[in-house]
């Protein structure tokens, strides 16, 4: 099975999606409005969404309480680590762990988006994916 889409439930889809979209690059695929404002975004190739909504008979969880390794969505990092991380926190992201280098010689960084949720900047020594 191929993975479609997975959900984070957050107090403000449109801005959230809009964060995403002009910081990291994904596109909006489909956008709804009240009272969930169901947005799904999806990055260059095309391949998992991630669907942004809200729902009031569901708490939203505290994601800036989170320890990163619980939950995060970690990205593909290209060009200059130091340069991209600085650019999200320009943006409005919060750094939680600064660049390092794990021992397969890959660079990682830890930050949150402006509403707590755990993103990861991933730069690999060898590409997992093609």
Not at 8 to 14: G, Q
Not at 31 to 52: H, K, L, R, S, Y
Not at 70 to 85: I, L
């Amino acid at each position: 099975m191929k993975i479609e889409h997975f959900a984070l439930i957050v107090k403000d889809p449109p801005a959230v999606a809009r964060w995403y979209k002009e910081n990291l690059g994904l596109r909006v695929v489909r956008a709804g409005g009240p009272p969930t404002f169901t947005t799904f975004i999806t990055d260059e190739c095309n391949q998992v969404m991630v669907e942004i909504y809200y729902n009031q008979s569901v708490a939203v969880p505290d994601y800036a309480s989170m320890d990163p390794l619980v939950v995060h969505m970690a990205f593909v990092a290209s060009g200059d680590m130091r340069e991209q991380v600085a650019r999200l926190l320009a943006a409005g992201a919060t750094l939680y762990s600064d660049i390092g280098t794990t021992p397969a010689g890959d660079q990682l960084a830890m930050l949150r988006d402006p509403w707590g949720f755990s993103i990861q900047l991933a730069h690999r020594q060898k590409p997992m994916l093609s």
